[in-house]
């Protein structure tokens, strides 16, 4: 995956109840990644989404961090 990409969120990390409700919001949805940061601590990246068409305003009013886990490609030549 790299910046640009279009990726499908399918599933959500546990979160606290207020950061959750965006997130499920999200799920089945595409966005295209805005950045990624590598944290090696947990062996994983996050994946920047500016998500706020989610809640009725324009994508960068939200913006969340996902792990790449919870994505999928949303490029049918990509997909596995």
Do not use: N, Q
């Amino acid at each position: 995956m790299k910046i640009g990409d279009r990726i499908k969120v399918v599933a959500i990390p546990a979160l606290e109840a207020e950061t959750k409700a965006i997130f499920e919001l999200c799920v089945g949805r595409i966005f295209p990644i805005l950045g990624i940061v590598p944290v090696p601590e947990i062996g994983t990246e996050l994946l920047e989404l500016h998500v706020g068409e989610v809640v009725g305003k324009p994508p960068y009013m939200h913006s969340i961090w996902i792990e790449k886990e919870f994505v999928t490609s949303a490029d049918p030549a990509t997909m596995d």
